[in-house]
């Protein structure tokens, strides 16, 4: 229950398909072995989302939401240096610490 805290502390009005997409995003990030970053297309088929869908919580997990409020600035969405059509998604140092406080809950 913890878990859902920090969010709810984050954003009151976060639900649960946002905590999940967060989630699946925080614990796919690359890694020492092979260092790929998971794409939009990746954790909308993790989490068996649509894309657009998942494209739409990353916005709002990132920078700004639809409407221009800002967002909860956990992840970053680059494009993919060496697939130009696809979307990476990065932690930002917010999400990182978010990551290891969960972590450490758990």
């Not at 614990?27 to 998942?54: C, E, I, R, W």
């Not at 130009?84 to 917010?94: M, P």
């Amino acid at each position: 229950m913890r878990v859902n805290e920090l969010f709810l502390e984050e954003r009151s009005e976060i639900n649960a398909a946002l905590i999940n997409s967060y989630l699946a995003a925080a614990m796919s990030q690359p890694d020492a072995v092979d260092g790929t970053a998971p794409t939009v297309k990746d954790l909308s088929k993790l989490t068996d989302l649509p894309y657009a869908t998942m494209s739409r919580h990353l916005r709002y997990l990132g920078d700004r939401e639809r409407d221009g409020k800002e967002g909860m600035h956990l992840v970053q969405v680059d494009v993919n240096p060496d697939n130009r059509r696809e979307k990476q998604v990065f932690l930002t140092h917010k999400g990182e610490e978010l990551r290891a406080e969960i972590l450490r809950l758990l």
